[in-house]
Every structure is written in C-alpha cells, then in structure tokens.
C-alpha cells in the first residue's frame, strides 16, 4: 500500500540522522520526552473530544471492543510464554502491546480511503469508545505482568499510576469533556491541532533514531511472536466479537482495520515509561509496519473492499 511507503521513508531518515551524527542520543531523549508529556496527549484530547461523547448508543462496540482488549492480550502472553521463555519484559510488552494499533497515524487515513464516503464517521465512533480507557488496561496490564503483583493493593497502585500517564489523562478528559458537552474555544482545538499534527513526524524520526537493525530478518526472528499477535491474531479475535456483538457493517469495517494496523508508533514510547525494552518495542513496531501492507490488503479482501 502506497500509505505505508511514507511512513518507511521517515523513519529511514531518522536512522540515516542518527548515522550521520545529526541526532545524538540526548537529541532523541529530548523528542522522545516532548512526544510523550505534549505531542500525542494534545492529539489524543483533540480526537477523542471531536468524536461523540455520548457512548450509550453504542453498546455492542463497547463489548465487542472491550472483550476483544481483554482477551487478545491474554493469548499474547501465552504466546510470550512460549517464545519467550523467563523474559518477563517481553512477556509484559505483549499484554501491554497486542492491541495498540497505528489508530491515527495509518489507520485513520486508510479507513477513509479503504471506505471512503462514511468512514471517518465510523472510525470516530470506534476511536471515541476505544482510545480513552485502552490506554490505561495497556499500561496495567503491562505493569501487572512486568512486576509480577497480584495484591488488591498493588493493583491499585498500578491503576492509579496508569491514570496519572499523560496519554491516559489526555484522553480520559477529552472524552470526559465531549460527554459533558463542555465548550473548547476554537483557538484551543485549532492550537491542539497543530501541536498533534508534529506527532507524526517527531514519533516515526525518533523511532528511527532508535532503531538498529542490520537488517529486517534478525529483527523478524526476535519479534514475530508480537507480530503475529498484532497484524492477525487481533483482527481475528476483533472479528469474532462482532460476531457476538453486531454493529452497523461500516463500523464493524472501519473497528476490523483499526485492529488490523500494525504496533502504534508510541509503543515504544510507553515501552519505555514503564521500564520495558525499548530496543525491542522499536523493533516490533518497524516490522509490523513493513508486513503491514500484506497483511492489511489481506483483511480487505476478507472484508469485501475492493
């Protein structure tokens, strides 16, 4: 897909910057920060604020979508378990990571091309139920799996400290905001707006910078467990809940996609915030984006889009 080549060509620049001396660890460390505490928490508020605040329409996407989150992970870590035997890190990054899909950067533009007239409506809908709480069970049950706690108290920590991520607070309070029907003046969402439009680019040169791959086929054999998990064991485990929980056919298309992207670029990102490896969450996010074309022109045909 023609959507993907871009996306490749930034991050091949991040990595040309980095050996070429243009961009130094601290450089990275710098890009990294401003993305995390400011760049995608204005894009996250901004988002989930524009879609619909009122979620009680929408109940089998919850469910479906929800269950989904619960139960993808799961088969994550069994599958980490096996891969991975003894790396708790990796097994933590499954739980954390199986289903944080490229929602904004790739998948909201190949909805709209993918369903064109009526998809941008149908991936709000699934980004207003999905993005605000996903965040927060992809950080705890990272943390919950890295720290290997099992106390009630323990897991309230973790969930407290889920809560006070910058990611999970931006999209909590644009959702919260939406849903109280409280006005943000123009200028603000206009100013969001172009703050989250840097996301993008600082998010794929900062992952450049970070990756060191001597090639694709080492990186493949370490990764293809997460991999796997990513670009089809979600969409497969998506497409059943819906199954159980039927929507409209275009929002059950547009969520089908979403679930189909590969690893979102602020994996490795959140990878790092909670002490993960980071080395490999880059990885993982590099190589899930260059298979993504295969496997996102395999869902398509499944789903009758031609």
């Not at 996306?7 to 450089?27: P, Q, R, S, T």
Request: charged share 10%; with cysteine; glycine share 6%.
């Amino acid at each position: 897909m023609f959507i993907i080549a871009p996306i490749i060509i930034v991050v091949c620049l991040g990595m040309a910057l980095k050996y070429k001396g243009f961009l130094k660890n601290e450089d990275r460390e710098t890009i990294i920060k401003l993305l995390y505490w400011v760049v995608i928490p204005a894009l996250l508020f901004r988002t989930t604020y524009l879609a619909n605040g009122d979620l009680t329409q929408h109940k089998n996407m919850f469910f479906a979508t929800y269950s989904s989150l619960l139960l993808v992970p799961a088969v994550g870590v069994l599958i980490s378990l096996i891969a991975h035997k003894g790396d708790r890190k990796k097994h933590a990054f499954s739980a954390m990571a199986s289903t944080m899909s490229n929602s904004v950067y790739l998948g909201l533009p190949t909805v709209v091309l993918a369903l064109k007239e009526g998809g941008m409506e149908a991936v709000s809908v699934y980004l207003a139920v999905m993005l605000p709480i996903h965040n927060l069970i992809s950080l705890v049950l990272g943390e919950l799996v890295a720290s290997g706690v099992s106390s009630v108290k323990s897991i309230c920590k973790t969930a407290i400290r889920a809560l006070l991520n910058p990611l999970v607070c931006s999209s909590l309070l644009g959702l919260a905001a939406a849903a109280l029907k409280i006005p943000v003046p123009e200028t603000i969402l206009i100013s969001l707006d172009l703050i989250g439009d840097t996301a993008t680019g600082l998010a794929l040169v900062a992952l450049g910078a970070t990756l060191e791959l001597p090639s694709l086929l080492p990186a493949l054999v370490r990764t293809w467990p997460d991999v796997l998990i990513k670009l089809a064991v979600h969409p497969a485990i998506m497409c059943t809940a819906f199954i159980i929980w039927p929507v409209p056919e275009m929002q059950f298309k547009a969520a089908l996609l979403i679930a189909a992207m590969p690893s979102a670029f602020n994996t490795f990102v959140m990878a790092r915030s909670i002490g993960l490896d980071e080395q490999y969450a880059c990885e993982t996010v590099a190589v899930s984006t260059v298979l993504s074309p295969i496997s996102i022109s395999i869902w398509m045909s499944l789903l009758g889009i031609v």
